[in-house]
């Protein structure tokens, strides 16, 4: 079968919608099988203390890449109908330093 | 610190919780053609909140119109994700036994002190998701997945702005 489903119309927008479920409860477990349910933990890296965020973010995007990368070359998925974030450099930059205050004293 | 996490051993490996999160990445990638998002959320919430106290103001403001011209929440994609999120995280704190109402922080801080400043960083954290157009689910984890160079340099100012204010909220949390 050819990704992306939904955008190739394999499936409808609908079971589309049903699968954010999906996707919301696998991702929401496991990030709290991560022990990001904790503010302290989630910080403890900016602590030097605990450094779970950084190994679990980098492994995900890591395997996420890989992965992606040989769904694309088996040419079960079609890069070209992937939603790929776009690149407004200023904006991302400063939006990611007041995130990263933000996440410090909030805890997220 | 570490005796306190010591005592909750149903956290997993944090490389085992990476590869799930990540296997959960290329899924949402190959039904959807897009990845997980958090952020977006919010302001689709907020936009509708706005819509129903001041209609006529909510339809005027360009960013919010583009919310609001989505659709009913019930069918936004990321909205639905996202209460999926709340419902998974949830599901993970019963099943560990972890669940408890508390406010979370260090051991010189009122809990209204705390409140004040997770407020303060929510904030922060809702506007700067706005201006990069997302936060660590949709630039940091999506976006970084796809190599997008904007995701990328979001994930390295998120840890930089992380350290550089660090200390002055250290007795948050320690």
Redesign the interface.
Known sequence: MN?????NEI?TPEM??A?????????????????F?????L?????L????V????????????V??LL?GGAE??DFD?????????W?????????????????? | ??LQ?AK?P???S??L????????????????????GASGAYTQIAARMLEIEAPVHAQANIYLRRYLELGPLA?S??V??????????????LT?R?FQFQI???PGVAAEDRLL???????????????????????????????????W??????????????R???R???
């Not at chain 1, 950084?54 to 890449?65: D, E, I, N, P, Y």
């Not at chain 2, 996202?82 to 949830?90: I, S």
Request: with cysteine.
């Open positions: 990704g992306p489903l939904v955008p499936l589309g919608l699968f954010a479920l999906i996707a919301g409860l696998l991702f929401g477990f496991f990030l709290e099988r991560a022990g349910g904790s503010a302290r933990k910080t403890a890296i900016f602590y203390q605990d450094f779970a950084l190994k679990v973010m980098f492994t995900a995007v890591v395997v996420g890449a992965g992606l769904l079960l998925l109908l992937l939603a790929i974030p776009p690149t407004y450099l904006p991302q930059a400063v939006g990611g330093l007041l995130i990263g205050l933000g996440f410090v004293l909030g805890g997220y | 610190m570490n996490f909750q149903a956290y997993w944090p490389y919780a990476g590869l799930a999160i990540g296997l959960t990445l290329i899924l949402t990638y190959y039904v959807m053609g897009h990845g997980v069918q994609w990321i639905i994700e996202m209460f999926g999120v709340l419902l998974g995280g949830l599901l993970g704190a560990a972890r979370e922080r260090g400043f997770a407020l303060l960083g929510g904030i922060l954290v809702g506007f700067g998701s706005r201006l990069a157009q997302g936060c660590t689910s949709g630039q940091a984890l999506s976006g970084g997945a796809v190599l997008a160079v904007g995701s340099l979001f994930t390295l100012a998120f840890f930089l702005g992380g350290y550089l204010f660090a002055v909220a250290r948050q949390w320690r």
